[in-house]
C-alpha cells in the first residue's frame, strides 16, 4: 500500500463511512424497506447505514464483488439492474456514476428499480477540480482494480443527466465534512454534492 493509500485509510476511510452514512439516512425516504447500493465496494457505508435502519434491507451491487464485502452483493454488467421494474424503495449511488460512461444511462435504470435515487457523487467546474478529483480517486480506488474513467460532470451537465433519467432534485447537501482539516481545504468544499432524486 503506499503512503497517500495508508493516510486515506488510517484518516479519512472511517471518518467518510461514518458521515455518509448519516447523511444518506437523512435523504432515504422514512419506511423504506428494501435499498439498494449499486456500486457498494466494501459494503461499509452499506452496512453502516444497515445500523441506522434495522427495519431495512439493504443490498449491494456491484460490478467488481468483494468476497469480504460487509452485506450481501450480487454481481452486474453496470449497465443494467438484475431487479424488476420498482423493486426496491430506493436506490444508492455513492461515487458510483464517475465511474461510468454513461452516468445519465445508470440513473434512468435506477429510476426505473426504485421511485427514489439516492446520489452522493462529485461536481467539477475547472480543471483544477478534475485534478484534484483524479488524485482522490487514484488513492481511493486503483488498488481495487476498480475503472477510472474519470467521468466528472459540472453542476449543469448533472442537471441535464438528471432531466434524461426523469429525475428532478428533491432535497440536497453541499458541504458534507468528508475531510479532516487541514486536508478538507483542498479535498471537500464544493466538490461533493449528496442528493434525493425523484421521478419528475
Do not use: C
Amino acid at each position: 500500500m503506499r503512503p497517500t493509500e495508508r493516510a486515506h485509510e488510517v484518516l479519512v476511510r472511517g471518518r467518510r463511512v461514518r458521515v455518509l452514512a448519516g447523511v444518506l439516512d437523512g435523504l432515504l425516504p422514512p419506511g423504506a424497506r428494501r435499498v439498494l447500493d449499486v456500486g457498494s465496494g466494501d459494503g461499509q457505508i452499506a452496512a453502516a447505514l444497515a445500523v441506522r435502519r434495522p427495519e431495512a434491507t439493504v443490498e449491494g451491487v456491484d460490478v467488481l464483488v468483494r468476497p469480504d464485502a460487509a452485506v450481501p452483493v450480487r454481481a452486474f454488467d453496470g449497465r443494467h439492474l438484475p431487479f424488476a421494474d420498482g423493486a426496491a424503495d430506493a436506490v444508492l449511488l455513492v461515487d458510483v456514476l464517475h465511474h461510468t460512461t454513461d452516468p445519465a444511462g445508470l440513473l434512468a435504470e435506477a429510476a426505473r428499480v426504485a421511485p427514489v435515487v439516492v446520489l452522493k457523487d462529485h461536481v467539477a467546474e475547472s480543471a483544477r477540480d478534475r485534478a484534484v478529483l483524479r488524485f482522490m480517486d487514484g488513492v481511493g480506488n486503483r488498488r481495487f482494480g476498480v475503472d477510472l474513467p474519470h467521468t466528472y460532470l459540472s453542476q449543469a451537465e448533472w442537471e441535464a443527466g438528471f432531466g434524461a433519467a426523469g429525475l428532478r432534485v428533491d432535497a440536497e447537501h453541499r458541504r458534507l465534512g468528508l475531510y479532516p482539516w487541514p486536508a478538507s481545504l483542498v479535498f471537500d468544499g464544493r466538490l461533493h454534492v449528496a442528493a434525493r432524486l425523484v421521478r419528475a
